[in-house]
């Protein structure tokens, strides 16, 4: 609920992991300059029967010209789905994301350079598994932050990679994709949405760190909201610190960890929701949470 000077208002924010990419560059493009791509007619019509005002869209590849972006507002929100209502979202925002983007490297440990394991974020080119935040209001795109190269190194008491070497830890980014702070303007309030996707806490061997990666990019927003915490951060501008007092904010993302399950550093979600800052007084659930967590068991019980 957004309150105003003259009146409140609720708005609906959501993330969703569509896995609209691909395994060539350009090749979401061509898929969405169709009507009838199947994979996108379903992503579009979940996002028609739930209806957001505030959406980011977590593996969708990036294209500086935000082709793709534009493309499935075109041939699929705003088509209705299934007899649907089309939506439609007059706000797009995207930005680089350090997949795919060569580090220069052996950073995987597989005696070659240039694979997806030694771009900064693992992608087989640039901008593969992206992101992008699509918006029913005003995004205030004078205020956007991103972090795509703030250097893991540079967070106080950084799990870093032990096996990496000095040279390796100097240019490592922290960000599997990117950290973006979008400023939102909702009823005359800015309402930060904080949104990014860390990396799945699932290496071995010689990629055994992204557990502490996985932990340090949740904390990046831990951090990010903390006033007494966020001076060292600093933005893609070369920007100081994080939000102030009193902001107006809402995380969200596919963090790649769960409070008890999953194969994330322990504590790791916990970052968020017991951060005292955060307000997790409401859980999401859904028919299909509950389902999964039946099948599978295990911690879920």
Avoid at 29 to 35: A, G, K, N, P, R
Avoid at 59 to 84: K, P, R
Avoid at 222 to 234: G, H, K, Q, S
Avoid at 246 to 264: E, K, M, R, T
Wanted: glycine share 8%; with cysteine; aromatic share 10%.
């Amino acid at each position: 609920i957004i309150e105003s000077e003259n009146h409140s208002r609720a708005v609906r924010f959501a993330t969703f992991n569509t896995s609209l990419f691909r395994k060539e560059a350009g090749q979401l493009i061509e898929d969405l300059s169709t009507v009838d791509d199947s994979q996108a007619q379903t992503v579009a019509e979940i996002i028609q029967r739930l209806r957001p005002d505030v959406l980011l869209v977590n593996e969708f590849d990036y294209d500086e010209a935000e082709q793709a972006a534009e493309s499935f507002q075109d041939n699929y929100l705003s088509v209705g789905q299934n007899g649907l209502e089309p939506i439609h979202y007059p706000y797009l925002f995207c930005a680089p994301s350090n997949t795919g983007i060569d580090s220069g490297f052996d950073l995987d440990r597989d005696g070659e350079l240039g694979g997806p394991g030694d771009a900064y974020g693992y992608g087989l080119f640039p901008g593969q598994y992206g992101m992008a935040v699509l918006s029913k209001y005003p995004i205030e795109r004078n205020g956007i932050r991103t972090f795509q190269h703030f250097l893991w190194r540079d967070m106080p008491g950084a799990l870093l990679p032990s096996r990496c070497t000095a040279e390796e830890i100097n240019i490592l980014r922290l960000s599997s994709k990117s950290h973006w702070d979008v400023p939102i303007d909702i009823s005359e309030q800015t309402v930060h949405f904080l949104v990014s996707h860390p990396t799945p806490p699932i290496g071995s061997g010689s990629q055994n760190e992204l557990r502490e990666r996985n932990f340090d990019e949740i904390r990046f927003w831990a951090d990010y909201i903390d006033p007494v915490r966020n001076d060292y951060l600093y933005d893609d501008k070369g920007q100081q610190g994080g939000l102030h007092a009193g902001a107006y904010f809402v995380i969200a993302g596919d963090q790649n960890a769960d409070p008890l399950d999953g194969s994330s550093l322990p504590g790791a979600a916990q970052q968020l929701t017991k951060h005292p800052l955060i307000n997790n007084s409401v859980i999401p659930s859904s028919p299909g949470g509950a389902e999964q967590a039946a099948l599978q068991g295990l911690a879920n019980t």
